[in-house]
């Protein structure tokens, strides 16, 4: 084997056991409640066909050059509609186009954080944001997540001189939590990131997919009402949940005075979002068809979240605790402590029984919880769901048999 020498922080970045799992999951019927993706058969393939024909036909010449790295104008335009309907305040603010909101989230911990510096995350968080955060070789302040989303009032506890640089929080249905921060809790951020002149960065791919009681408004939209705020947190979000992932398309909403250098950052990286994907996104946006597509979505996943809630409760609701989540694409479960039950080494059992899922302790910064477990609800018909659950069920009897025959080390 080639010894190549790699930079240390790309070795440390890339430890896990997650190849293996998605191998498992490629396996002829085996139901996979492992992934992040959305429903495939929802995708409005009629709609954004008919999006990219208009862009080729009606602007063949900004579709297939180069483009401004900030984004194209148009989507700029419509994006910004999008976002004062979510009561969003743009004054003093600025839009910049990503490939996703994956780069959005690249491009603020590139532009903030050095070596050392405190990053403050949710405990669990979004794996993929870990990811990035840890090519920027920080330290970490975690903080822990119950019903009523991150506990941010611990951020009181930091002494002056040992503040973060950047939070980085998803309050609606966060990955893999799917908890949603109080709207009490969303005003002492802001008002606490404010007074301490700390950046948060708010990561919302969710926000849409809620099925169950009433919006709260982002953080975002809450900070114009709160002195200071506005120039003290970003907005991410993406069209990969609700129109489709392969187009790659998400938006940074960020303070002006700081827009420019993001934008020579995201210049250095790709130049700029594909011009093609952001003329066709400019015209479904524009078409009007969205809110009702997202309809669709919401209900589908409505009877799907139902459907794997009911069957956890029904069949393994004496062995572990969860909060059903109001939206979102995930039920996040933790195994009671006397069951005794590490989800990773759960795996391969319920990988021979035919279903897999994600162990928890990919989604935490420091000390995992071994007991925590990820499930799916998106990507499966409720009967599926269903039977996923029931394989689980055997997989976690068949489990505990074997650790209670394994002979005990004196």
């Not at 970490?140 to 997540?145: A, E, M, R």
């Not at 969710?206 to 709160?226: E, F, M, N, V």
């Not at 068809?289 to 794997?308: M, N």
């Not at 394989?391 to 976690?396: C, N």
Request: glycine content about 8%; charged content about 25%.
């Amino acid at each position: 084997m080639t010894r190549y020498r790699l930079a240390e922080r790309l070795t440390r970045s890339r430890k896990s056991g997650i190849s293996e799992l998605f191998k498992w999951a490629g396996r002829p019927g085996v139901i996979s409640m492992a992934g992040g993706a959305p429903a495939a058969e929802l995708f409005d393939v009629g709609g954004v066909g008919s999006a990219f024909i208009r862009a080729l036909h009606e602007a063949p010449a900004q579709s297939l050059q180069y483009g401004p790295p900030e984004g194209q104008q148009r989507l700029e335009a419509a994006v910004a509609e999008h976002l004062r309907g979510e009561g969003v305040s743009l004054e003093g603010q600025r839009i910049l186009i990503t490939t996703g909101s994956q780069q959005a989230l690249d491009l603020v911990a590139r532009s903030f954080v050095d070596a050392g510096d405190a990053i403050v995350v949710e405990s669990p968080t979004f794996l993929g944001a870990l990811g990035i955060f840890a090519l920027n070789e920080p330290r970490y302040v975690t903080l822990p997540v119950d019903a009523d989303g991150a506990q941010v009032e611990r951020l009181a506890e930091l002494s002056p001189d040992r503040l973060p640089k950047l939070v980085y929080v998803a309050p609606n249905f966060g990955n893999p939590s799917g908890a949603c921060l109080s709207l009490e809790r969303r005003r002492w951020l802001l008002r606490w990131a404010s007074e301490n002149e700390v950046f948060i960065l708010e990561d919302d791919p969710y926000g849409a997919l809620r099925t169950d009681g009433a919006p709260i408004p982002s953080l975002k939209a809450l900070a114009r009402d709160i002195p200071g705020a506005p120039q003290w947190c970003a907005y991410t979000s993406t069209l990969s949940k609700t129109v489709a992932p392969g187009l790659r398309i998400g938006w940074l909403v960020l303070p002006a005075e700081i827009a420019a250098d993001l934008t020579r950052v995201k210049q250095t990286m790709d130049m700029h979002t594909s011009s093609l994907v952001q003329e066709a996104a400019a015209r479904y946006l524009e078409s009007g068809v969205l809110p009702a597509h997202v309809e669709r979505i919401r209900k589908a996943y409505k009877q799907r979240k139902d459907a794997l809630v009911d069957a956890v409760r029904s069949t393994l609701g004496d062995r572990l605790s969860f909060v059903v989540p109001d939206g979102g694409m995930f039920l996040w479960a933790r195994f009671h402590d006397e069951q005794e039950i590490d989800t990773q080494k759960l795996l391969r059992h319920a990988a021979e029984e035919g279903v897999v899922y994600m162990p928890g302790v990919y989604f935490y910064a420091s000390e995992p919880d071994a007991s925590t477990l990820r499930l799916n609800f998106t990507r499966g018909a409720p009967e599926e769901l269903r039977e996923g659950v029931a394989r689980l069920s055997r997989a976690v009897a068949h489990f505990q048999a074997t650790q209670r025959a394994a002979p005990a080390i004196a």
